[in-house]
């Protein structure tokens, strides 16, 4: 039978590891601490060994995956620094019935939780839907009305607590097409997209910041849909499924690509909804 790890040798394996990890670096504690997601004076007390406890679960994972090794090694569980499975990638689908709270997208979104969510949406933003909105491009795509309302509802409790931090961007084109009634919105009616955007502004508003909208030209770049989901991983959708990737480079490389994004957006997150609201119907 295997002794149990003794809480302390956990601290102190971790404390000596850290001091690795940095010293490889080349990082001053200011810059460590920021990469990985902490303030200095933080880093400075588990770097110290004053206490036996470990930093949050979010932030292991963090310097684990900053500097590439694995959890295991970081603990002192192992002494294979190797990140096992780190260029894995599949395809797994997102949906599931019995309602949005049982899927591996929201799965994903609870593990993100503290995180920076980054998302591209294929359309309208599921949680800036209303339900009628919801009940007509579910009827269109042959899907549950109530399963798309529980995700939409998901995503709205999901941004409304203070931990979350997600930016989302898309083609302002897109709420054009949508505010004149073409493209899938084509036979919407008039009063159903007007009651949508002011739906759709008075949550952005409500929603800010934690959840922060900007708009570009869709003439400048292009981009597919996806999410990714703080260190963790990318999901590209790809109509009722999605293409999920978990290799750390894959991941740096399509945030890049979404503050890029970000960077060329015509319209900032607070200037969003009153954007909505000037949308022309006719």
């Not at 292009?222 to 990318?234: D, E, K, L, N, Q």
């Not at 979404?258 to 022309?280: K, P, Q, S, W, Y």
Request: proline share 3%; hydrophobic share 40%; charged share 25%.
């Amino acid at each position: 039978m295997s002794q149990a790890i003794d809480k302390r040798d956990l601290s102190e394996i971790f404390r000596e590891r850290l001091k690795i990890l940095l010293q490889r670096s080349g990082l001053n504690q200011s810059a460590f601490a920021a990469a990985v997601g902490i303030d200095r004076s933080a880093l400075s007390q588990l770097l110290a060994g004053s206490s036996t406890r470990l930093p949050r679960a979010e932030t292991l994972m963090n310097i684990a995956a900053r500097h590439q090794v694995s959890l295991d090694w970081l603990l002192g569980l192992s002494q294979d620094e190797g990140i096992t499975g780190e260029l894995r990638e599949n395809m797994e689908i997102a949906e599931a019935e019995g309602g949005f709270g049982s899927t591996l997208l929201a799965r994903w979104h609870a593990e993100a939780v503290g995180t920076k969510i980054r998302y591209v949406p294929s359309g309208i933003p599921d949680l800036l839907r209303s339900d009628e909105v919801i009940d007509f491009e579910a009827d269109a795509a042959k899907t549950s009305r109530q399963a798309q309302r529980d995700e939409a509802q998901y995503r709205v409790d999901y941004n409304r607590r203070p931990e979350t931090d997600m930016e989302v961007c898309m083609p302002r084109q897109t709420l054009e097409l949508f505010a004149r009634g073409l493209g899938r919105w084509s036979g919407l009616p008039r009063a159903v997209r007007a009651r949508q955007l002011a739906h759709m502004a008075d949550l952005i508003d409500d929603l800010y910041p934690t959840f922060r909208l900007f708009l570009f030209d869709w003439r400048a770049r292009f981009s597919a849909p996806y999410t990714i989901f703080g260190p963790y991983r990318a999901a590209i959708y790809l109509g009722g499924m999605y293409l999920v990737l978990n290799a750390r480079q894959t991941i740096t490389t399509l945030t890049r690509h979404f503050d890029g994004l970000i960077r060329i957006a015509e319209v900032n997150a607070h200037e969003t909804a009153d954007f909505v609201r000037r949308l022309d119907l006719d």
